[in-house]
């Protein structure tokens, strides 16, 4: 049973557009909502992640948006570039288990063109 | 500083061979873990361990075994291959505390064949 859905699985933007992945959970024990970027060969890493207490979350062109009573939050990226073509994973937590799993959506795999 | 390291880079493994996949990391996390990444199915935790000489199973733990002899080791272990086990395998580590305010760091994984 997938904890976290993710969608889409794959998406294509034009440079200078605007992507957008959009993730939902059903666990309402998960706190802390972080975003992994993984470039082709290479082991995913954190980009951005957002707690409940806020409703949006934004570093550079990155920004989360949290909507916690419908358990959905979404990646937004602002003037996408050909560099930001990669996989992004979502991902939910509870902070209060002491090994603080992640679990993990499936992917979205984006294409940037120039 | 490597961060975390994992060797090798690729494998291809006959039906019932067996392999140790190596992870090091030289941050003296306490917390380490190993995923499995198929593709659209996202990252899946095989085993984790909290510390050396601690060690438990995540959500996919059939068919591999782990040990934590070292704070900076964490391998691997495939018995008797099968099919199923080909995946992308990335291990990853952290920092004790609570788990939002410690990053976990993923190697650049193994990819793993067999037939």
């Known amino acids: 049973q997938q904890q976290v859905k993710q969608s889409p699985q794959s998406l294509i933007v034009q440079k200078g557009g605007i992507s957008i992945i959009n993730c939902a959970y059903e666990?309402?024990?998960?706190?802390?909502f972080p975003w992994y970027q993984q470039f082709p060969g290479k082991g995913p890493a954190l980009l951005i992640a957002?707690?409940?207490?806020?409703s949006e979350k934004k570093e550079g062109r990155f920004t989360i948006s949290f909507n916690k009573s419908a358990k959905q939050f979404s990646l937004h990226i602002m003037d996408s570039q050909p560099g930001d073509s990669a996989t992004y994973f979502c991902?939910?937590?509870?902070?209060?288990?002491?090994?603080?799993?992640?679990?993990f959506g499936r992917g979205t795999q984006l294409t940037v063109w120039p | 500083n490597a961060g975390v390291t994992q060797t090798p880079k690729f494998r291809i493994l006959k039906i019932g061979q067996s392999m140790t996949l190596q992870c090091a990391q030289d941050?003296?996390?306490?917390?380490m873990y190993w995923y499995r990444q198929d593709p659209g199915m996202g990252l899946k935790l095989i085993y984790y361990?909290?510390?050396?000489?601690?060690?438990d199973k995540g959500e996919v733990p059939n068919g591999y075994n782990v040990s934590r002899s070292t704070t900076e080791d964490f391998p691997l272990r495939l018995e008797l291959a099968a099919p199923s086990q080909t995946s992308v395998y990335f291990c990853?580590?952290?920092?004790?505390?609570?788990?939002?305010?410690?990053?976990?760091?993923f190697g650049p994984g193994t990819r793993l064949t067999v037939t």
């Open positions: 990853a580590s952290r920092n004790r505390g609570r788990a939002d305010k410690h990053e976990q760091y």
């Open positions: 666990n309402t024990a998960f706190d802390y």
């Open positions: 957002i707690r409940p207490d806020v």
């Open positions: 991902a939910a937590m509870d902070r209060g288990s002491t090994l603080g799993r992640l679990y």
């Open positions: 941050m003296n996390h306490n917390y």
């Open positions: 361990s909290v510390g050396a000489g601690i060690t």
